[in-house]
């Protein structure tokens, strides 16, 4: 009898709640943001208090071991078991019950940290701490783990900020606890009696002096001021209870920040300037070391930070970020004035201050992308000691590597003496493991060393446990084992965390010696931005969540659901499961699991740009499903689609009869069964002539004054929206250019690529690059999608000579923009008062920067223009046309559709991508233009 036979009828007769006993909902819960990975026995996702308590209940009740969980962003194991995951962030995200004057709010234990200061920004409030995971971790996780963030030295920890928790026990009780309500007694007065018999062992085991400390089921706090379950639930990692609502206690944000930027040559000097700058009471001291910032090189989404840091024109070691609140302008001009390190800026200006603060959020992420198997790994990341210590702590932690060998990497909260220190080890070597497990027993002796605490702010979990009693005495573990007792008695809550119950910081790996990833098929694609392997690419994935960020464009299928297997780590721990074997299936790339994680990827880019990782799901998913072709054959929508070139050439034949039979129903019926074209979709129609047509019959300009620019038509310009190429035409040739188009060349190869048909996309590649190669001549793209092949996707087929040809590509707006800059007056515009917004397509996002189309539509007399803070399209080629898809699609563009109707009555809209223009259409009823329609309107 399986487990599910066995449980099902369990979980259905006390329950409504969903719980789910498949291998897809198994494995994409076996790993968090940790090196840990345990599969659970069974997945639950709670919509009411009600539900949680009773599933709760029945896993208790049948000895199942129960780990609740939120985004799973955390980083020692903590919200991974081998039991039921009672998955936390999904349904819970509900902000209520606002109190202005009484500085309050209630919270779903899902809801998003961004999510809640964006809602309580225009209040003038905000929740203090502030973690480098805002974007995506949940109030429930930070609650478990008594999360603090950099401004800990202003705000303190969560437990801070929370008056009270409401919770569900082991038995399935719901109760509400905090200092001036508590609904558990007995409990209570357990607490109580166990604190006092070990007054003195707390007094000894917990000094003062740290910021940032583990609370141990808060025996200090429980000392100090007895009666308040809510500090004894808050950070004990779901060990207790489990964590469903709480209100937070709010505070104003400050009126005004400043932050000053220091740089060095060394991480030392930077740690012995951080003890000089304390007694200006900063904000915050965040350390940036060059291990990590080297890794944003290269990276279009860290670009302008690094420009704004000089970290190419001007290097160093490292760099402090301080930040103040109060007086700005003399602490900074203090702070300038003791001259330290190698060079001193400052910041004020609120958007450079985003830069910078974005590249140090994204620390985690951006270390864990190291290219290669060796990786810079959390464990021995989490140690506080005294701020003032932190030179010689460093030099102590480097004395404990450098005999095994280990590089490492500082970063992180110097101000409250809390450095994250990422050892570089390779998990799938047994020799690299064990040093790393060497070095781990060295960092827990240094700390004790220096009265700190192993775990400030991520908790103990896994990664720690093994080492508790060393730092809090028997007595003290015995103390908090009852406890624990008094909440859960049959020990069902999480088990395997906090106590050192056999718990090793090198167990249950993620990886492990001799790990390697089979691969069915053999590769075709370059993966050339980094990994240079599919396999490297896929290992890219920590876990570490970025991809379920709040708000979009990454990962927008997750946006719309809320589903772990539509976001990229989801994917990526599926299609690793998939291919190590996990998922027992007869043919890995024919099975349902892959399917789930390939079937629904937008192939929007994204991930390549928002992954600091640098996952590329859309490589991975055009290999996997080129594999599946070359050995069970090319499906007939995946044909059809590939060809989206000889469908328009055909259709442009006679074009007005193929479109009165493609948009009548019977014809759109028939397709949808046939081929699984959504009925409901409607489809493009073909153009009366043809662009490249009408560019042959037109009377040429002459020779331009500024050279000649090749004009890329694509599939849609030429057999769909040939008042686009004219447009743009009629705009670059006012910019004194001569406009021809490409000769002997193809589609792109852009739909074929995305259906994982490669060899069709490579011939076209081919075929594209030999007609355009030689030469200066600039090439203009007026669709994102074909300008990504040729300056991404053409290099990762390995198409000869790619790389020169990309380097003369511009999109249309990029182009006018940069000819703009430099001579502002040469093209005139008409003047006319009016708004223009601006949705632009992931794969522009993805590869250029966006803002140029801001920057472009504003140079027009009189208008106003904005780029929209949107999200995905949900069209994306062909994916929304598809039946089985067509909700998702429509799920997917709702945020974008909705700011759109948003917009003030004769606002023109504009959107740079055919498929994007399709859906708005579709489901608006607004018609987008294309950007150089907006410009060809201006002109005389």
Not at 133 to 155: D, E, F, H, K, V
Not at 279 to 303: G, N, Y
Not at 456 to 474: P, S, W
Request: aromatic share 6%; charged share 25%; hydrophobic share 40%.
């Amino acid at each position: 009898m399986t487990p599910r036979q066995k449980y099902s009828p369990l979980f259905a007769h006390d329950t409504d709640c969903e719980v789910r006993f498949d291998s897809l909902a198994r494995q994409l819960y076996a790993t968090d943001a940790s090196i840990y990975q345990i599969e659970p026995f069974a997945v639950a996702f709670p919509r009411t208090v009600e539900q949680a308590s009773s599933v709760l209940r029945a896993a208790v009740e049948a000895g199942i071991p129960v780990t609740p969980r939120g985004a799973g962003t955390g980083l020692a194991g903590g919200a991974i078991g081998d039991g039921l995951i009672l998955e936390l962030a999904r349904h819970t995200r509900i902000i209520s019950d606002l109190d202005i004057d009484r500085r309050t709010v209630r919270v779903g234990a899902g809801v998003v940290l961004d999510q809640l200061n964006e809602f309580l920004r225009p209040h003038g409030l905000c929740f203090g701490p502030d973690v480098a995971t805002s974007s995506r971790a949940t109030l429930g996780g930070m609650i478990a783990n008594n999360s603090s963030g950099a401004r800990a030295p202003i705000y303190g920890t969560t437990i801070d900020h929370v008056e009270s928790v409401e919770i569900i026990l082991a038995d399935g009780t719901i109760a509400t606890v905090g200092a001036d309500q508590d609904t558990l007694p007995r409990h209570r007065a357990e607490v109580d009696a166990i604190v006092a018999r070990h007054a003195d062992a707390i007094r000894e085991r917990f000094p003062d002096t740290l910021v940032k400390r583990w609370p141990a089921y808060a025996l200090d706090d429980c000392l100090r001021a007895p009666g308040d379950l809510s500090r004894v639930v808050i950070g004990s990692e779901g060990t207790l209870a489990a964590v469903w609502s709480a209100t937070l206690r709010l505070v104003p944000p400050p009126k005004r920040k400043g932050l000053g930027l220091v740089f060095f040559e060394t991480v030392e000097e930077a740690m012995q300037a951080t003890v000089a700058i304390l007694d200006l009471k900063p904000a915050a001291i965040e350390h940036v070391d060059q291990v990590l910032f080297d890794q944003t090189r290269d990276q279009l989404e860290f670009r302008a930070a690094r420009e704004l840091l000089e970290l190419d024109a001007k290097p160093c070691g490292a760099f402090l970020i301080v930040e103040f609140y109060d007086d700005v302008d003399a602490r900074l001009d203090a702070l300038a004035k003791r001259k330290l390190g190698l060079r001193f800026t400052a910041c004020t200006d609120p958007a450079h201050m985003l830069q910078v603060w974005g590249l140090r959020k994204r620390g985690l992420s951006l270390l864990s992308g190291c290219k290669g198997p060796a990786k810079p790994i959390a464990g021995v990341e989490d140690v506080a000691v005294r701020p003032e210590r932190l030179p010689e702590y460093v030099a102590a932690a480097k004395a404990a590597a450098e005999p095994l060998g280990l590089e490492m990497s500082f970063y992180g909260h110097a101000a409250s003496g809390l450095l994250h220190i990422r050892p570089v080890v390779d998990l799938h070597k047994a020799d690299s493991i064990a040093r790393y497990r060497r070095l781990a027993e060295r960092i827990s002796s240094v700390t004790r060393e220096f009265a700190g605490s192993l775990t400030g702010e991520h908790g103990v979990g896994i990664a720690r446990a093994e080492f508790m009693e060393e730092h809090l005495g028997r007595e003290l573990v015995d103390a908090m084992r009852a406890i624990k007792a008094a909440f859960d008695p049959k020990g069902l809550m999480n088990p395997g965390k906090v106590f050192p119950d056999g718990a090793r910081i090198d167990a249950p790996l993620r990886w492990g010696d001799g790990y390697t990833i089979p691969t069915p098929f053999e590769p075709v694609l370059a993966f050339a931005a980094k990994d240079e392997s599919f396999v490297g690419n896929l290992e890219q994935c920590n876990g570490c969540g970025d991809c379920r960020k709040d708000p979009p464009t990454m990962c927008p299928t997750f946006s719309a659901t809320g589903d772990e297997i539509m976001c990229t780590r989801g994917r990526a721990n599926i299609i690793r499961a998939v291919l190590d074997g996990r998922i027992s299936t007869a043919d890995p790339l024919v099975c349902d699991e892959l399917e789930a994680a390939l079937g629904n990827c937008l192939s929007c880019k994204a991930c390549k740009k928002e992954c600091p990782s640098n996952v590329d799901l859309a490589l991975l998913k055009a290999e996997l499903l080129y594999a599946r072709q070359r050995k069970h054959g090319v499906r007939l929508l995946e044909r059809m689609v590939s060809r989206f070139d000889l469908l328009g050439k055909m259709g442009c034949l006679m074009p007005s009869l193929a479109n009165a039979i493609l948009q009548t129903n019977a014809t759109r019926l028939l397709l949808e069964k046939s081929v699984g074209l959504a009925s409901k979709r409607p489809l493009p129609r073909y153009a009366r002539e043809r662009f490249d047509h009408w560019f042959a019959k037109r009377a040429a300009n002459g020779r331009g004054r500024r050279g000649r620019v090749i004009l890329w038509d694509d599939c849609s310009v030429r057999y769909y929206e040939p008042h686009i190429g004219m447009a743009a035409v009629r705009v670059i040739e006012a910019a004194g250019y001569e406009v021809v188009l490409p000769k002997d060349t193809g589609c792109c190869g852009r739909p074929a690529f995305s259906v994982g048909r490669l060899d069709v996309a490579k011939r076209f590649g081919a075929r594209n690059i030999a007609g355009l190669r030689g030469g200066d001549t600039p090439i203009v793209f007026l669709e994102p999608s074909c300008y990504s092949m040729f300056c991404g996707d053409y290099r990762e087929l390995g198409i000869p000579g790619a790389e020169d040809v990309a380097r003369r590509c511009f999109l249309f707006e990029a182009f006018i923009e940069g000819l703009l800059a430099r001579e502002p007056d040469a093209i005139a515009f008409r003047s006319e008062s009016c708004r223009v917004a601006i949705h632009a397509h992931c794969h522009a996002k993805a590869l250029t920067d966006v803002k140029v189309m801001a920057a472009l539509a504003g140079r027009l007399p009189g208008r106003q223009a904005k780029l929209m803070d949107t999200g995905c399209c949900g069209m994306a080629g062909s994916f929304g046309a598809i039946r089985t898809k067509y909700d998702l699609s429509l799920q997917v563009a709702a945020p974008l559709i909705q700011q759109i109707t948003a917009l003030e009555p004769g606002t023109r809209l504009v959107a740079s991508g055919t498929s994007c223009r399709q859906q708005i259409t579709h489901l608006s009823g607004a018609r987008p233009l294309h950007i150089a329609e907006l410009l060809a309107e201006a002109l005389p």
